[in-house]
């Protein structure tokens, strides 16, 4: 009988020492970096990181098969997931010495520099890279402290996207462009009434960073301003009473809904549901949502008011090479082949913004079928109401948690919007700090 | 010179122990390579990176003790931890009587035992998965399953138990007590091995099930509750999946569903602060030490096994 207890007590330490270790196991993905050295004739291995939709994968895939068929020394891995993780893998993976040679960014690409982890692009450009194509602004979004180290791979702009068909049904006016925050209350209010229960007006996002930026930089201010935070305590009370105003209305869902509906990808989306009448949302992904529907969508600016334009022309995605790929050349003649070749672009098309060279786009309008075309014809109404970008707050990732959580907070009666603003500006100085 | 014979002799015995050992050893030296290279040598590094301000991306800095004072006043740590207590607390008691409860009605020597006991097992099986955690959602959230079934039935409109803070947590709780086939078999083996005699015993003395329950079954399947209790509760502590998916990764709404380790994770991976995420994580093995402690602490006086524990 005593070797019966020893058994279970040696079983159950064993299992407890296992289980207890389990969550610090790493994962570490086999696949070293490329031995260095090759001799010319062999054949140079690229890997490739993005994220997106299913759509962008097929694209991207089809323009890697492209390139490698004209460069059959180069081959190029691909990895792809949606948006969901994709920062935790790609930081893990530069953390285990195992970049990707090829890194999609987006307007966070300064902490990466910061950090070291992308290449300087200079010694390519005008060889391997060529961005004679490229509008100034674009081409030197990718630049950092006079260095290039992304390209451009498209512009977007924010815009509210509402359905016609719901406003239809409403019997009323579509809204007009360049309307305020006054006429866009008033308007919503007059379309719920109209609508009934179970509809609303526009959808609850209060916790969209871009919308908050665009909201401050109306009075002359900004997220961050390249060295800071520039924004304060009275911005962010009006912000979040302002939109607790609307929840009060009933012109946006309750504190529920909007938990459950993000918004910010068609298959999660009182919009598609045609329950919400408008959204804003980046000027790129109008495509997607308007194939998950019937309904017609069209998309007009945000909300005008203040002493200053708010909007803003985004070169959202940029492609950048890891600081310790081996292959910096073949890397950087897949960049330009990725936004120069006519063949490449047109099967990449706009999914990932308003490319930047005009030659491209050109192309691309003159074969576009009619919702590309209305993100063209949109991007220049936008322009008219845009003024310089800011950077973005560096480890924007944490701000954006905290503004969520503090925006909900409000919506679920948790907190006043005074304290809700005092927690996200405080988030943000901590997140623009730790950058220093 | 005494000392050195013992030490002598000492080598001589490991010598022999070796030689009668060396095979064993052999077959047990991938399972020894598996544990130093990916579990050790990780834990090592982890605790060293505790002590240390590391982004991931550049080298790691010495902090000493940082971390862990960081850790006493960071409102959402301290939320991290009641959130977890209170899904441990929860949802174990909660799997554990219906898991025992399950196993007794299997017991009673129904026919098509074995399919039943699969049928029971299959969530414990699919639980840990994302399709579950998303169906989770699916059937719990605003206009799912349950909220039609009361409103058409019993005409309540509820809440979306996903979605709002109050009851978030709850419907997590939920999917952890449906996956009990585990702790089920190994009630169900446990019950197996009470002796019938016991319970005609106690049926000639007229006791009743309530008496025979508490008299007999549950002392004598002490032993297994004990390691149930150990092993859920580990497991507990360390919920990772079904917040995550549930609440999208965000440990939302307002950080209802903030597991201790989708927080760490967080920190870690996506506010490049990998040392914080280290020292949580060794406060997490800190916390669970503790808890395990208490029950092997506790156990001798409510774990009893046939033989007086010998």
Redesign the interface.
């Known amino acids: 009988?005593?070797k019966?207890?020893m058994l279970?007590s040696s079983l159950?330490v064993t299992?407890?020492i296992f289980?207890?270790?389990?969550?610090?196991?790493?994962t570490n993905s086999p696949s070293g970096s490329n031995k260095g050295e090759e001799a010319a004739d062999k054949k140079v291995e690229l890997r490739m990181m993005w994220w997106g939709s299913q759509a962008r994968h097929e694209a991207t895939l089809k323009v890697i098969d492209l390139f490698e068929g004209k460069n059959p020394n180069i081959s190029i891995n691909a990895e792809y997931l949606g948006a969901?993780?994709y920062?935790?893998k790609l930081?893990?993976q530069?953390?285990g010495g195992n970049a990707p040679d090829l890194i999609q960014l987006g307007n966070n690409y300064p902490?990466?520099v910061s950090?070291?982890?992308l290449l300087e692009l200079d010694p390519f450009m005008g060889n391997e890279i060529n961005l004679s194509d490229f509008d100034e602004a674009i081409a030197t979004s990718g630049k950092l402290n006079d260095k290039q180290y992304g390209i451009n791979l498209g512009s977007n702009a924010l815009g509210i996207v509402y359905n016609t068909e719901l406003i239809k049904k409403a019997g009323m006016e579509p809204p007009k462009a360049g309307l305020s925050w006054d006429e866009l209350e008033q308007y919503s209010k007059e379309l719920v009434a109209k609508l009934g229960s179970g509809y609303y007006a526009f959808a609850d996002q209060s916790a969209f960073t871009h919308y908050v930026g665009h909201y401050v930089r109306q009075s002359g201010k900004a997220l961050f301003d390249g060295t800071s935070i520039s924004f304060d305590e009275a911005d962010m009370t009006s912000w979040f009473e302002m939109w607790k105003r609307f929840r009060d209305e009933g012109i946006i869902p309750s504190?529920?809904?909007s938990?459950?509906y993000?918004e910010v990808a068609p298959d999660n989306s009182m919009l598609v549901e045609g329950k919400t009448a408008m959204v804003v949302m980046w000027s790129n992904q109008l495509k997607a949502f308007q194939e998950a529907m019937q309904d017609e969508l069209e998309m007009i600016p945000l909300p005008s008011g203040g002493t200053e334009k708010g909007m803003w022309i985004q070169p959202s995605q940029f492609l950048g090479v890891s600081a310790k790929t081996e292959h910096g050349k073949e890397a950087a003649a897949f960049i330009n082949f990725f936004v120069n070749d006519p063949e490449a672009t047109a099967i990449l098309s706009s999914d990932r913004g308003i490319p930047g060279s005009k030659v491209v786009r050109e192309a691309l309008k003159a074969n576009a079928e009619p919702i590309v075309l209305k993100t063209y014809n949109y991007l220049d109404v936008a322009a008219e109401q845009s003024r310089e970008m800011d950077r973005e707050m560096p480890?924007i990732?944490?701000w954006d948690?905290a503004l969520?959580?503090a925006a909900?907070?409000i919506a679920?009666g948790?907190a006043s919007a005074q304290e809700s603003a005092q927690e996200a500006l405080k988030a943000a100085q901590a997140a623009a700090a730790?950058a220093k | 010179m005494k000392q050195s014979a013992k030490s002598n002799r000492t080598s001589m015995y490991l010598k022999g122990l070796w030689k009668k050992n060396a095979v064993p050893y052999l077959f047990l030296l991938p399972w020894f390579l598996g544990v130093f290279a990916l579990t050790i040598g990780p834990m090592i590094s982890s605790l060293y990176l505790s002590f240390t301000q590391y982004d991931m991306l550049t080298p790691s800095k010495w902090i000493g003790t940082e971390n862990y004072a960081r850790m006493l006043d960071d409102p959402r740590y301290m939320q991290s931890l009641k959130v977890t207590f209170t899904y441990v607390f929860a949802s174990v008691p909660l799997k554990l009587i219906f898991a025992l409860a399950v196993a007794m009605l299997l017991n009673k020597g129904i026919r098509a035992l074995p399919l039943y006991r699969t049928v029971y097992y299959i969530p414990t099986l699919l639980g840990g998965s994302v399709a579950i955690a998303v169906l989770w959602r699916k059937m719990f959230g605003g206009g799912g399953v349950l909220n039609e079934f009361l409103l058409s039935v019993f005409g309540i409109q509820a809440p979306d138990w996903v979605s709002n803070p109050k009851y978030a947590i709850y419907s997590i709780i939920a999917l952890t007590v449906w996956q009990f086939g585990s702790s089920m078999i190994i009630f169900l083996a446990g019950l197996k091995q009470i002796p019938m005699e016991l319970y005609e015993a106690s049926q000639v003395d007229g006791a009743g099930r309530m008496r025979r329950f508490f008299n007999i079954t549950i002392p004598m399947l002490s032993p297994v509750i004990f390691f149930n209790l150990v092993i859920q509760l580990i497991t507990a502590f360390q919920a990772f999946t079904p917040a995550f998916i549930i609440s999208g990764g965000k440990g939302g709404p307002i950080d209802s569903t903030l597991f201790y380790t989708l927080y760490l994770y967080q920190k870690g991976f996506a506010f490049f602060e990998m040392g914080y995420a280290s020292a949580m994580a060794w406060g997490l093995l800190v916390i669970i030490a503790i808890f395990t402690a208490i029950i092997f602490g506790t156990s001798k006086y409510w774990v009893n096994y046939a033989d007086g524990g010998k």
């Open positions: 009988m005593f019966n207890r279970w159950l299992l407890m289980l207890a270790a389990c969550g610090n196991s790493s969901d993780g920062w935790d930081n893990t530069i953390a902490d990466y950090r070291g982890t504190a529920e809904k938990a459950a993000l480890n990732a944490e948690a969520k959580n909900q907070k679920f948790a730790k």
